[in-house]
């Protein structure tokens, strides 16, 4: 049975993503980062979806992020935004996606998966650099040129099914193919009673997702 890795952060996007992966025939190994997020919500969101959809395994990778700072969601001394507008925000974290799809093109070469699926969205990306096109087309360079499986002429593609896709029409796919979106966390600042804040970039993102999905929002909102 052909492997994929597949990035799942316990939010929406990765979620559906590995529905995705699923769906195509993929035996899927998840692999999630605690690289010093805001909140842990999220991490025990992806072990629950992991175990819910059925991966073969699920790795949790721990880096320190926060000893660089550089963003919002490494650093609580700095303001979670409302606003969101046509600059790179805040929440952008510095190279995080060029670090995660590193360390698991290392993990997919170590049990010979054909594919490392990644949830992004150059539609609904909040402006962060690392989510478009260009990116991944770069990284699917990357991936043939510095490992043995692309010099032996079989690299690891980089699969981004929700890329050229809408927050409303991820949530369509994913309603599609059963996706419990009640177990995924979004919100970048969850209050200690796990409530999302209703106002950061990423939950404004999920609840007009949700409306224009025509499906009702399960999150529990402040």
Known sequence: MKKAVVLLSGGLDSTTCLAVAKSQGYACYALSFDYGQRHCQELKAATNIARQQGACAHQIVALNLQQFGGSALVDSHLEIP???DDTIPITYVPARNTIFLAI???Y???IAAEAIFIGVSAIDYSNYPDCRP????????LAALGTKAGVEGAPCAIVAPLLHLSKADTIQLGMQLGVD????????????ENLACGKCPSCVLRKQGFIEAGFPDPTKYV
């Open 82 to 84: 409302t606003v969101v």
């Open 134 to 141: 260009a990116f991944i087309q770069a990284f699917q360079t």
């Open 181 to 192: 979106y009640a177990q995924t966390v979004s919100c970048y600042q969850l209050t200690q």
């Open 108 to 110: 997919a070469e170590t």
């Open 104 to 106: 698991a093109l290392g």
